[in-house]
């Protein structure tokens, strides 16, 4: 069975700084996507960023960027130039393919600090 | 684009009522749509995976006769909790996948939050 494991429960950066979250996941499938959700206060999951597992760049959105290790199988989420706005729960997630469930992450609340 | 609504956003019953909890993609047709349930401060678990036209994919250790899922047409699917119980209180999410040339996401709603005396 598929699993994703983000290790960090907690994690804190001040504004303006670089902070990445770490996420890595176990499979036996070649081809999969990964994401990563934010979920605010409001419960709102938001996507973030996707990366299609055939491709060796990384994904980037803006001050959002991924480095995904496929052989490792590693996917963490680099958020530059932090704001308070990024304040949130980010979740992990997995899919093998179109119309397939997703399987998430325990997630990892981000405070940012002034 | 890719805007997925539910109704209601919260709902208060007694125990032993059912309870309908709406999902539509109002910008898409979605083939698929899925259920999840949400405990406050831990992850997203999926209950059901939704298909138009024909019986929802349970989730092991998920109560079919319980959750009732109708995925009537392409835009709507409905989660029923019958005969609801204090345990059952929690936040339902619903999402709908989306294909395209851009790649494969899901699109989620805004989320229901149940509470059951």
């Known amino acids: 069975a598929q699993t994703v494991t983000q290790s960090q429960p907690e994690m804190s950066v001040q504004e303006a700084e670089t902070v990445t979250l770490s996420c890595t996941y176990d499979?036996?499938?070649?081809?999969?996507?990964l994401f990563w959700y934010k979920q605010p206060p409001s419960r709102q999951m938001i996507l973030v960023i996707r990366?299609?597992?055939?491709?060796?760049q990384n994904a980037t959105e803006n001050r959002f960027s991924v480095n995904f290790q496929k052989a490792a199988k590693s996917f963490s989420l680099k958020i530059s130039d932090s704001q308070l706005g990024d304040a949130a729960m980010y979740f992990c997630a997995y899919c093998t393919g179109t119309a397939s469930k997703l399987t998430f992450g325990t997630g990892t609340r981000l405070q940012v600090t002034l | 684009g890719a805007v997925v609504s539910q109704h209601p956003s919260w709902v208060i019953c007694k125990s032993g009522t059912s309870v309908k909890i709406e999902c539509r993609s109002l910008d898409f047709q979605a083939t698929t749509m899925f259920w999840y349930r949400q405990f406050p401060k831990q992850s997203l678990m999926l209950m059901a995976t939704?298909?138009?036209?024909?019986?929802?994919?349970?989730e092991q250790g998920v109560e079919k006769d319980k959750f009732l899922i109708n995925h009537a047409s392409l835009t709507l699917s409905t989660l029923t909790v019958t005969s609801a119980h204090p345990e059952d209180s929690s936040f339902y999410i619903c999402s709908a996948g989306r294909g395209g040339v851009s790649g494969y996401e899901q699109y989620f709603g805004p989320g229901t939050r149940l509470t059951v005396t």
């Open positions: 939704s298909n138009e036209g024909s019986k929802a994919t349970y």
């Open positions: 990366q299609e597992a055939y491709k060796q």
């Open positions: 499979t036996s499938e070649s081809d999969y996507y």
